[in-house]
């Protein structure tokens, strides 16, 4: 197992190199640049002298240099830990990045842990309660949260908020907290706006989890092996929990891998629509600036993610499931 | 009745429903037989007639959209001698969970798909005892199982214990089903097409294997099979059925070297010969087990008949007449009166 572990990582190296090359690449193809639309944007605003500075201002962020070397000065300044600085703000990628981090795991992973706590045993109960009353509503509700996108159920959500209390419950916080320390006070105040976009996202998230798990129970019920472990006189909950249950986790685990990611980089319109001070709305906005740094590094960031959380499935596929140990 | 003179089991007109969207299907439609303690019964059919089921309704495991719809299934083997109405029991009973496994065992046709494949075998052997063995330790439990993967004639079942069903080859599983059924001591099993999925020189295995703990735990055994030549070599007693009725049923000997009814001696006629010549074509019974929604009025078998007659085979649904000591087929040929009317 060890082993396999070991190999999987090495051959995540060139993975990532690839998709370094290749993710760098593709945000020089645009026509325009961060200092054509800098530039640009000035103008509109009547400041003409930027358009003067135009070359200058390449020649400061480095942009006037051709894309290959440019590609490996950022690769080995990466390597080496200096992840470069945003052309936007002008401060360290890392330390934007670091800063939005503990907001954004806070939403995801409370959002993970609804959707997947939720969603687990509710898409049980469907399945071994097939078209009962319980049954048609959840699958009713799992519709509507598969069908509707989750920035449309937060913004349901932000109309049905200001109705009824007035409040407008974007960000995170309240205005006075915002960069307030972390005291109870801040705590409770960011529950009282993260209930929004944890709920909105949890409530798609569960929905999704559901019908995974009410399908994979339904379709291993149908197996002859349920039917002699009736035979054998187990009480129904140790098969369903202790056998269907397990053996319907597999596609479930496997969704697992894109956990990890999810926790950096789920729900990004979300994100953008209810102004969450997170990382995939930072995300958003620099793509669209063409701030190649800062949506480099946050690519990356989701690429090992990805490649962990899939390791780490892979790894829960091999614990849960004899024939792939084995082989 | 003292418990001599009771039979095992008894079935009286059961009748098992599915509820489809074509509407209500009989699988089973008023059957009895009653097997006597460590007696062998076999259940012959071709698939679709609902051998399999009557299997599954001895268990009460017939779960919706099918249910036992009537008739009643009585089991005398209870400590004590005390009979329990298996039909009256709800299929999600505890006591009905108390009789599965313990009491009546059953083992499946196809042993790869029939065992969990998260757990080894031994697993799934030692769960069988502790749900029924109150009290009985892990380690007790793990030692019964070993003994029984022995009683099996498993080589080295201290090291099988411990193996997954995908690391065993098709009679060995087979084998280990036939130990899990086993493991709690129940007084009738059920065998649903056992050797069906194995190659013939590990069937025979099996049989035998049958055979011999069957005379050393003398249990009964309930044998559903479409195999002839096994039904002959298993069973004291068979019972032909088809679309859901028991078309004709008696000794085994008797049934088979002397069958009374079309359908069984069609099933007959349909088994190759080693010994026949090979220019002679091999008969096959016409048309198609029709579906169970299009059942067909009066005698189900008359589609298909070489003896079909109009007006007569398509009215009514025959009884079963005699047809020789305990022999008995559900053919208006074999009516006493019949041979004095004009045909």
Same mark, same amino acid.
Request: charged share 15%; net charge negative.
């Given at each position: 197992?060890?082993?396999?572990?070991?190999?999987?990582?090495?051959?995540?190296?060139?993975?990532?190199?690839?998709?370094?090359?290749?993710?760098?690449?593709?945000?020089?193809?645009?026509?325009?640049?961060?200092?054509?639309?800098?530039?640009?944007?000035?103008?509109?605003?009547?400041?003409?002298?930027?358009?003067?500075?135009?070359?200058?201002?390449?020649?400061?962020?480095?942009?006037?240099?051709?894309?290959?070397?440019?590609?490996?000065?950022?690769?080995?300044?990466?390597?080496?830990?200096?992840?470069?600085?945003?052309?936007?703000?002008?401060?360290?990628?890392?330390?934007?990045?670091?800063?939005?981090?503990?907001?954004?795991?806070?939403?995801?992973?409370?959002?993970?842990?609804?959707?997947?706590?939720?969603?687990?045993?509710?898409?049980?109960?469907?399945?071994?309660?097939?078209?009962?009353?319980?049954?048609?509503?959840?699958?009713?509700?799992?519709?509507?949260?598969?069908?509707?996108?989750?920035?449309?159920?937060?913004?349901?959500?932000?109309?049905?908020?200001?109705?009824?209390?007035?409040?407008?419950?974007?960000?995170?916080?309240?205005?006075?907290?915002?960069?307030?320390?972390?005291?109870?006070?801040?705590?409770?105040?960011?529950?009282?706006?993260?209930?929004?976009?944890?709920?909105?996202?949890?409530?798609?998230?569960?929905?999704?989890?559901?019908?995974?798990?009410?399908?994979?129970?339904?379709?291993?019920?149908?197996?002859?092996?349920?039917?002699?472990?009736?035979?054998?006189?187990?009480?129904?909950?140790?098969?369903?929990?202790?056998?269907?249950?397990?053996?319907?986790?597999?596609?479930?685990?496997?969704?697992?891998?894109?956990?990890?990611?999810?926790?950096?980089?789920?729900?990004?319109?979300?994100?953008?629509?209810?102004?969450?001070?997170?990382?995939?709305?930072?995300?958003?906005?620099?793509?669209?600036?063409?701030?190649?740094?800062?949506?480099?590094?946050?690519?990356?960031?989701?690429?090992?993610?990805?490649?962990?959380?899939?390791?780490?499935?892979?790894?829960?596929?091999?614990?849960?499931?004899?024939?792939?140990?084995?082989? | 009745?003292?418990?001599?003179?009771?039979?095992?089991?008894?079935?009286?007109?059961?009748?098992?429903?599915?509820?489809?969207?074509?509407?209500?299907?009989?699988?089973?439609?008023?059957?009895?037989?009653?097997?006597?303690?460590?007696?062998?019964?076999?259940?012959?059919?071709?698939?679709?007639?609902?051998?399999?089921?009557?299997?599954?309704?001895?268990?009460?495991?017939?779960?919706?959209?099918?249910?036992?719809?009537?008739?009643?299934?009585?089991?005398?083997?209870?400590?004590?001698?005390?009979?329990?109405?298996?039909?009256?029991?709800?299929?999600?009973?505890?006591?009905?969970?108390?009789?599965?496994?313990?009491?009546?065992?059953?083992?499946?046709?196809?042993?790869?798909?029939?065992?969990?494949?998260?757990?080894?075998?031994?697993?799934?052997?030692?769960?069988?005892?502790?749900?029924?063995?109150?009290?009985?330790?892990?380690?007790?439990?793990? /030692?019964? =199982?070993? !003994? #029984?993967?022995?009683? &099996?004639?498993?080589?080295?079942?201290?090291?099988? @214990?411990? %193996?997954? $069903?995908?690391?065993?080859?098709?009679?060995?599983?087979?084998?280990?089903?036939?130990?899990?059924?086993?493991?709690?001591?129940?007084?009738?099993?059920?065998?649903?097409?056992?050797?069906?999925?194995?190659?013939?020189?590990?069937?025979?295995?099996?049989?035998?294997?049958?055979?011999?703990?069957?005379?050393?735990?003398?249990?009964?055994?309930?044998?559903?099979?479409?195999?002839? /030549?096994? =039904?002959? !070599? #298993?069973?004291?007693? &068979?019972?032909?059925?088809?679309?859901?009725?028991? @078309?004709? %049923?008696? $000794?085994?000997?008797?049934?088979?070297?002397?069958?009374?009814?079309?359908?069984?001696?069609?099933?007959?006629?349909?088994?190759?010969?080693?010994?026949?010549?090979?220019?002679?074509?091999?008969?096959?019974?016409?048309?198609?087990?029709?579906?169970?929604?299009?059942?067909?009025?009066?005698?189900?078998?008359?589609?298909?008949?070489?003896?079909?007659?109009?007006?007569?085979?398509?009215?009514?649904?025959?009884?079963?007449?005699?047809?020789?000591?305990?022999?008995?087929?559900?053919?208006?040929?074999?009516?006493?009166?019949?041979?004095?009317?004009?045909?």
């Amino acid at each position: 197992m060890l082993a396999y572990i070991g190999k999987r990582l090495v051959i995540m190296l060139p993975t990532l190199l690839l998709i370094m090359a290749v993710g760098f690449f593709i945000m020089q193809l645009p026509a325009q640049d961060y200092v054509s639309q800098y530039v640009a944007r000035q103008g509109q605003m009547g400041n003409t002298t930027a358009m003067l500075q135009e070359e200058l201002l390449r020649q400061q962020l480095g942009l006037d240099k051709p894309p290959i070397e440019r590609f490996f000065y950022w690769f080995f300044d990466f390597l080496r830990g200096d992840w470069g600085t945003s052309f936007v703000d002008s401060r360290p990628v890392t330390t934007i990045i670091l800063e939005r981090l503990p907001a954004t795991l806070a939403i995801s992973s409370l959002a993970f842990l609804v959707s997947w706590g939720v969603g687990i045993p509710l898409g049980v109960y469907s399945a071994t309660h097939q078209y009962k009353t319980g049954d048609v509503a959840l699958t009713t509700l799992a519709f509507i949260g598969i069908g509707l996108p989750d920035f449309l159920v937060a913004m349901f959500f932000l109309v049905a908020a200001f109705l009824a209390s007035g409040q407008v419950l974007l960000g995170l916080n309240s205005p006075e907290f915002v960069n307030a320390p972390w005291t109870l006070a801040r705590i409770l105040d960011f529950f009282s706006y993260a209930w929004l976009s944890v709920t909105a996202v949890a409530f798609t998230g569960m929905a999704l989890i559901m019908r995974v798990t009410r399908n994979n129970m339904l379709e291993e019920l149908g197996k002859p092996y349920v039917l002699t472990l009736r035979a054998k006189g187990l009480p129904e909950r140790v098969v369903i929990w202790k056998h269907v249950f397990r053996n319907a986790l597999h596609p479930l685990v496997t969704m697992f891998g894109q956990v990890l990611a999810f926790l950096i980089n789920g729900f990004a319109i979300t994100s953008a629509v209810l102004n969450l001070p997170t990382i995939q709305s930072v995300y958003l906005s620099a793509t669209f600036q063409q701030d190649i740094f800062l949506a480099g590094a946050i690519l990356i960031l989701i690429a090992v993610t990805v490649m962990v959380g899939n390791l780490i499935s892979d790894v829960m596929l091999a614990w849960l499931d004899p024939r792939v140990r084995y082989d | 009745m003292s418990v001599e003179t009771t039979p095992l089991i008894s079935v009286e007109g059961l009748v098992t429903e599915f509820r489809t969207e074509g509407g209500l299907v009989r699988a089973v439609n008023g059957i009895d037989f009653t097997i006597p303690r460590g007696g062998t019964l076999a259940v012959l059919g071709e698939s679709g007639c609902g051998k399999s089921v009557t299997g599954l309704s001895l268990l009460n495991l017939i779960r919706p959209p099918g249910a036992i719809a009537g008739g009643r299934i009585t089991y005398y083997g209870m400590e004590g001698g005390k009979p329990v109405e298996i039909t009256s029991l709800p299929p999600t009973s505890e006591a009905m969970r108390k009789l599965r496994g313990s009491e009546i065992g059953m083992i499946f046709q196809e042993p790869m798909t029939s065992f969990d494949p998260l757990y080894t075998v031994g697993e799934q052997i030692i769960e069988t005892l502790m749900a029924h063995k109150r009290g009985l330790s892990r380690a007790a439990a793990r /030692a019964q =199982a070993i !003994e #029984m993967l022995a009683k &099996v004639r498993l080589p080295s079942p201290e090291i099988l @214990v411990d %193996r997954y $069903p995908h690391q065993l080859s098709g009679g060995m599983r087979q084998r280990v089903m036939i130990a899990m059924a086993l493991s709690c001591g129940p007084k009738l099993l059920i065998a649903e097409e056992p050797t069906t999925a194995l190659d013939v020189t590990t069937e025979s295995q099996i049989l035998d294997l049958l055979q011999n703990l069957q005379q050393e735990l003398g249990m009964a055994v309930m044998f559903i099979t479409h195999d002839l /030549a096994v =039904a002959s !070599e #298993m069973a004291d007693e &068979v019972v032909v059925m088809y679309l859901g009725y028991v @078309v004709e %049923r008696g $000794p085994v000997e008797d049934v088979l070297n002397n069958p009374s009814h079309p359908y069984t001696q069609a099933l007959l006629e349909s088994v190759p010969r080693l010994d026949a010549d090979s220019k002679e074509r091999l008969r096959t019974i016409e048309g198609m087990v029709p579906t169970p929604d299009q059942m067909p009025r009066g005698c189900p078998f008359h589609t298909r008949c070489r003896h079909f007659m109009p007006g007569i085979c398509d009215t009514a649904l025959p009884p079963l007449y005699a047809a020789g000591p305990d022999h008995e087929a559900r053919c208006v040929l074999v009516a006493p009166d019949f041979a004095k009317e004009p045909a």
